[in-house]
């Protein structure tokens, strides 16, 4: 795998690709758009931070490309839409950086309470003044937390250790994660009403952008402070001027802007302004946490090249990580279920339903049926489909996905059935685990027993005297040899679906001699990556 490098990473934290011999890394700063549109299209992965934007343009130039990875939490600069309608992952490092910027988040409060950085230029001016400089302390003050997320908890404990009353607004969790952080859970207008400081700790996002207005700052305490460490746009910026103007706000700590580097008239006077301590991005600026997260993205870019699951991949469905290991064989027997149905059942299919039975369907079993999807319509697909643009594809191709899942079953402890349906009827197969192995089990109403081989012969007949033999010798004339075989049917003499294994593709005028000796109804050879 080749994977270019287009912003400055932490090297040591690039180790986990530089020491791998399957993969080819290049560094590339400081490229221009048209240098890069020009290069990327041989490059299977590419390594960011904030500096270079994966925008539809750019990836319309990325022919082979796989991986988005951004060394970073924030995926502002990758049009996410665009990369999973083309299949590419996008994966972030959520974690790497998330101590470093709780700690900035900090290190810009208490800077701006105790008046550090106009202390410290004015005493470095040769001055000696102190009661200009009087500040403020945490203990007994209300801090509002907007976001109690990863960085937002950070923020919490330390603002609790020292001694401050801590509220938080956040619709995405539950009351006992409130508790377990010892803060209050209260709603967006009682932190604007009732809070000392504000702080906000959420991502960018349709529903956070100038999510604090001037008509919240009208709300808020007179002599407030806000402090933004998440990212530029959530406070609006112009209102947030306004409010240091007139006083109502005594004083914000900002690292992140709208636009960066700031360029706009109201940019360079909230910069400006001597009420304002800012920081250009440097919450996550810290030797840990750049190598931090340069391990996190290059192990996700490994984990594709192994095959394995990627934790942090921002458009593929995935589970708690602590049930992914127990459920990778299942999505291994849903994507043989995929294949190979998609290989037998008619064409134009408009609904596919997956069902869930057992054991299995006390869990979430979303990413099961996009493992499932992508291996069904890669088969009938001219664009490689796969878990990140499996649902996108399906829609354009007008076929409904459903998702049924139900604790009871007969037979097996957790069985997984597809059932395709189109202007032909209805097809279905299903199948479980045997020990670990996968194995098709019902094939539409006919009771099956097999497991999945590379090159297989699927025959439906009427079942007649002998017909087995004249199979076997047709195909022991065409040099292929029989692995196994199983025979479901409902009686004697009656309707029979028989698949057979075989050591080697059968081609197709092999396949009319065995239709026409055995007067087949269906006769089909299926291919499996298996």
Same mark, same amino acid.
């Given at each position: 795998m080749k994977v270019l490098i287009t912003d400055e990473i932490s090297e040591s934290g690039l180790l986990p690709l530089l020491e791998d011999p399957r993969i080819q890394v290049d560094k590339k700063l400081g490229l221009s758009v048209a240098e890069l549109h020009e290069v990327i299209g041989g490059y299977e992965a590419v390594i960011t931070r904030s500096g270079t934007r994966v925008d539809e343009a750019l990836l319309s130039h990325a022919h082979n490309l796989k991986i988005v990875a951004r060394a970073g939490v924030g995926i502002d600069n990758v049009d996410v839409d665009a990369a999973s309608s083309r299949g590419i992952i996008v994966v972030n490092a959520p974690y790497g950086n998330v101590n470093s910027a709780a700690e900035h988040t900090l290190a810009l409060l208490l800077s701006l309470c105790r008046n550090i950085p106009v202390a410290n230029a004015s005493l470095k001016a040769g001055d000696w003044q102190r009661a200009p400089f009087t500040g403020r302390e945490l203990k007994g003050k209300t801090v509002g937390i907007i976001g109690l997320g990863k960085v937002g908890g950070r923020v919490a404990r330390r603002c609790r250790a020292f001694e401050a009353n801590v509220i938080t607004y956040d619709p995405y969790i539950s009351e006992k994660r409130a508790e377990d952080f010892g803060v209050k859970l209260v709603s967006l207008e009682d932190v604007i009403r009732f809070a000392d400081i504000i702080t906000v700790h959420t991502p960018l996002t349709a529903e956070t952008r100038n999510m604090i207005t001037a008509e919240h700052f009208e709300g808020m305490q007179d002599g407030v402070i806000l402090v933004n460490c998440a990212r530029g746009g959530i406070i609006n910026e112009e209102a947030m001027l306004a409010a240091l103007e007139s006083g109502k706000c005594v004083g914000a700590a900002f690292d992140v802007w709208s636009e960066e580097p700031p360029r706009s008239e109201v940019l360079r006077k909230l910069i400006a302004h001597p009420n304002m301590l800012v920081t250009p991005h440097l919450g996550a600026n810290t030797f840990e946490a750049q190598k931090n997260v340069a391990v996190d993205v290059s192990m996700e870019i490994v984990n594709y090249v192994d095959g394995k699951p990627m934790a942090s991949a921002v458009n593929i469905p995935r589970f708690d990580p602590d049930l992914m290991e127990h459920m990778k064989p299942y999505m291994s027997l849903v994507s043989i279920l995929g294949t190979f149905i998609s290989q037998l059942a008619p064409p134009n299919p408009n609904k596919v339903t997956f069902t869930y039975n057992g054991k299995l369907a006390r869990f979430d079993c979303t990413p099961l049926s996009v493992s499932g999807l992508a291996a069904l319509l890669n088969r009938c697909s001219d664009q490689e489909v796969n878990m990140v643009n499996a649902g996108l594809v399906a829609r354009e191709m007008g076929i409904e996905v459903e998702s049924v899942r139900s604790t009871e079953t007969e037979s097996?402890?957790?069985? *997984?059935?597809?059932?395709?349906?189109?202007?032909?009827?209805?097809?279905?197969?299903?199948?479980? +685990?045997?020990?670990?192995?996968?194995?098709?089990?019902?094939?539409?109403?006919?009771? %099956?027993?097999?497991?999945?081989?590379?090159?297989?012969?699927? *025959?439906?007949? +009427?079942?007649?005297?002998?017909?087995?033999?004249?199979?076997? %010798? *047709?195909?022991?004339?065409?040099?292929?040899?029989?692995?196994?075989?199983?025979?479901?049917?409902?009686?004697?003499?009656?309707e029979a679906m028989v698949v057979f294994s075989v050591d080697s593709p059968v081609d197709d005028e092999t396949l009319q001699k065995v239709a026409e000796a055995v007067d087949a109804r269906f006769i089909k050879a299926v291919h499996l990556d298996v």
């Open positions: 097996f402890s957790s069985l *997984i059935t597809l059932a395709l349906e189109s202007p032909e009827g209805r097809r279905t197969i299903a199948g479980t +685990l045997f020990e670990g192995t996968p194995k098709i089990v019902k094939m539409r109403n006919f009771a %099956t027993d097999f497991q999945p081989e590379k090159n297989m012969l699927v *025959i439906n007949y +009427l079942d007649r005297p002998g017909l087995i033999g004249k199979i076997g %010798t *047709i195909l022991g004339e065409a040099n292929v040899n029989i692995g196994n075989m199983n025979l479901g049917r409902r009686e004697k003499a009656g």
